[in-house]
């Protein structure tokens, strides 16, 4: 079975919530990617549920100021369901 197919129809965020929006703004004043975090966010979630974490890392190659920044979420589970909502970034 692929990571895909693992993890399929089984990881959401809400792209309407506040938290997300914050967690859109948050990521486009750090981050010095080309790439728009919608076609990054399916990575994102799946990477977070792979390692058991709450949080990703965008590391400093790729973030404006050269430190690397943690992007945390809360977890919530429903029926076999996992909503990640954004909480806050820090610096390392």
């Not at 792209?15 to 919608?38: C, G, H, R, V």
């Not at 058991?52 to 943690?70: P, V």
Request: charged share 35%; no cysteine; proline share 1%.
């Amino acid at each position: 079975m692929s990571r895909k197919e693992l993890y399929e129809d089984k990881l959401q965020i809400d792209y309407f919530s506040d938290s997300y929006i914050k967690f859109e703004e948050d990521f486009q004043k750090y981050s010095a990617m080309n790439t728009p975090l919608t076609f990054l966010i399916d990575d994102i979630l799946r990477t977070k549920a792979m390692n058991q974490t709450n949080y990703f890392r965008l590391n400093k190659e790729n973030a404006k100021d050269r430190r690397d920044h943690y992007f945390y979420f809360f977890v919530r589970v429903s029926e076999k369901i996992r909503f990640f909502e954004y909480s806050e970034t820090k610096l390392s």
